[in-house]
């Protein structure tokens, strides 16, 4: 028998999580609910953003469930495949951009500091 890394979501998972600490489950339901809905930002463009960040933050169930929830709120797989792709790019730039560290460090380095 395996153990998944990451357990499936169930409705026993969520029962434990109320069990355990009720009021702060409520209080994140109530944010999460006022933060994904509609706007200044639709609620479709929320979702696109929490998938690109869910895979930056490379958080499964976030991925699967923004994913699920940018489809019900009427986003394209061509946009949250674009979204995914930002994200990369973001991730990918954060290295780049963070180089000149390494960079400045080689020029101290060099300068016998």
Known sequence: MTHAMYPESSTAI??????LAPK????????????????????RTKHLIAVAVAHT??????IRGHT?????SGA?????????WVAAEMRAGGA??????????LDREAAGG
Request: hydrophobic share 40%; proline share 7%; glycine share 2%.
């Open 57 to 62: 933050t490379q958080c499964p169930y976030c």
């Open 96 to 105: 780049y951009a963070h180089s000149a560290l390494a960079l400045d460090e």
């Open 68 to 72: 699920r929830a940018a489809r019900r």
């Open 76 to 84: 394209t797989p061509e946009e949250i495949m674009e979204a995914i």
């Open 14 to 19: 969520s029962a434990r999580r109320k069990t």
């Open 24 to 43: 702060p489950l409520e209080a994140f339901q109530m944010f999460s609910k006022a933060v994904f809905a509609d706007g200044a930002l639709p609620e």
